[in-house]
């Protein structure tokens, strides 16, 4: 059997792609001699045959070719408009939350600001705790 061919068994006996199957130079005599998918196994198995390991991502080099030369298209399209509007309502509720939980908000106007929230009275969190200072809902911590 040819190299070539042993390679692809081996290849799907490791559940590897074709480029990661490596044949140790010293024994291509014993690789060519190979006639079953046994045969391969047999090879794996002394080492004759083998997979080189997967090699790390680069993800600090694709971080850095994000700036703002490379961006095409608006903000909206890189971040659709539905996840931008959950993100924010996400963690104004979570800040809501967190404000009646401290007891700096009373629990009576919960109601209140929940519907300014779910309306989009608020641009993010810091509008939501201006509203509140300026209409004098909050109070201090006990």
């Given amino acids: 059997m040819s190299t070539?061919?042993?390679?692809?068994?081996?290849?799907d006996i490791l559940g590897v792609g074709?480029?990661?199957?490596?044949?140790?130079?010293g024994?291509?005599?014993?690789?060519?001699?190979?006639?079953?998918?046994?045969?391969?196994?047999?090879?794996?198995?002394?080492?004759?045959?083998?997979?080189?390991?997967?090699?790390a991502g680069h993800r600090s080099k694709e971080r850095s070719r994000q700036g703002r030369g490379r961006r095409k298209g608006q903000k909206k399209a890189r971040t659709g408009g539905k996840s931008a509007w959950?993100?924010?309502?996400?963690s104004q509720r979570a800040f809501l939350e967190q404000l009646l939980g401290s007891g700096e908000l009373p629990a009576?106007?919960?109601r209140a600001i929940y519907m300014k929230i779910k309306g989009g009275a608020f641009r993010g969190k810091a509008a939501m705790r201006a509203y509140l200072v300026e209409n004098r809902m909050l109070r201090a911590k006990e």
């Fill in 86 to 90: 959950m993100l924010r309502i996400r």
């Fill in 18 to 25: 074709l480029n990661r199957v490596r044949l140790d130079k």
């Fill in 27 to 55: 024994n291509l005599g014993k690789v060519e001699e190979a006639l079953t998918r046994a045969d391969v196994r047999a090879l794996i198995d002394d080492g004759t045959v083998y997979a080189i390991p997967l090699r």
């Fill in 108 to 110: 009576g106007h919960k």
């Fill in 4 to 11: 070539t061919t042993v390679k692809r068994l081996a290849a």
